[in-house]
C-alpha cells in the first residue's frame, strides 16, 4: 500500500528559528510535493519535485525552500520561520496526472 | 487567478438525501479531475477521478458529471450518511502540470 510518512507530527518552532521538515515515500513515485492547508485557502503548493535532485517553486514559494536528496525523501526547509507560516503542512507523491497520496501532516507553530 | 474554485464553503444535508458538491475551472486544457475528501486533522484521500474523456464516472453512492464546455465537474454523493460528513477537495490538472485544488467545501450530513 502507498506510504508517506512525515515528520515531526507537530513543532514548535521561534521565530527567526530554523525549521526542517521531512517527509518519506516508499511508492517509488518520481513526483513529490509540499502544501500548507489554512481555513479558507485549501491546499497551496509551496515546491515540487520531479525527481531527485529537482525542485521547483509552486504557487507559494517564499520563505521556503526545499530538497530532494534521493527518489524516497523530500524536505521543506524554512531558514528563518514567521508567525505568518504556521500551519498544517502536507506532503504528498505521485505521477504526473494521476492519484496523489498525502502524507499525515505536520503541525507547525511558529511563536 | 484561481484555477479551480469551489464556490460554497459548506452544505448541509439531511440523512438518506442527495449531496451535490460543485467545481468550475479556470484551464480547458484541464484533462484530469478528482475529489478528494479530508476529515479534520487527517491528510486529504482521493475518492473518485475521471478523465476527460468521459463525462460521466459512478463509483458506489459517488457519482462524478464533467461538463467540459463548462469548465464544471460535480460530484453527487447518494443515500447520503452521517459518517460523508467532512471536507471534499475538488482538484484538476492537466497531463505533465502539477494539480490545483479548490478550497474545499464543508459538507454536514444531518441525521
Known amino acids: 500500500e502507498a506510504a508517506v510518512t512525515q515528520s515531526p507530527r507537530n513543532k514548535v518552532a521561534v521565530t527567526g528559528g530554523k525549521v526542517t521538515l521531512s517527509c518519506n515515500q516508499t511508492n517509488n513515485h518520481n513526483n513529490m510535493y509540499w502544501y500548507r492547508q489554512d481555513t479558507g485557502h485549501g491546499l497551496r503548493l509551496i515546491h515540487y519535485s520531479y525527481g531527485a535532485g529537482s525542485t521547483e517553486k509552486g504557487d507559494i514559494p517564499d520563505g521556503y525552500k526545499a530538497s530532494r536528496p534521493s527518489q524516497e525523501n523530500f524536505s521543506l526547509i524554512l531558514e528563518l520561520a514567521t508567525p505568518s507560516q504556521t500551519s498544517v503542512y502536507f506532503c504528498a507523491s505521485g505521477d504526473w496526472g494521476d492519484e496523489q497520496y498525502f502524507g499525515p501532516g505536520t503541525r507547525l507553530t511558529v511563536l | 487567478g484561481q484555477q479551480v474554485k469551489q464556490s460554497s464553503p459548506s452544505l448541509t444535508v439531511q440523512e438518506g438525501g442527495i449531496s451535490i458538491l460543485n467545481c468550475d475551472y479556470e484551464n480547458d486544457m484541464f484533462d484530469y479531475f478528482a475529489w478528494y475528501k479530508k476529515y479534520p486533522d487527517n491528510s486529504p484521500t482521493l475518492l473518485i477521478s475521471?478523465?476527460?474523456?468521459?463525462d460521466k464516472r459512478e463509483d458506489g453512492r459517488l457519482t462524478v458529471f464533467l461538463n467540459k464546455s463548462g469548465k464544471h465537474f460535480s460530484l453527487h454523493i447518494t443515500a447520503s450518511q452521517p459518517e460523508d460528513t467532512a471536507v471534499y477537495l475538488c482538484a484538476a490538472g492537466a497531463g505533465y502540470q502539477n494539480f490545483y485544488f479548490g478550497k474545499g467545501t464543508s459538507l454536514t450530513v444531518i441525521p
Open positions: 475521471v478523465r476527460s474523456n468521459v
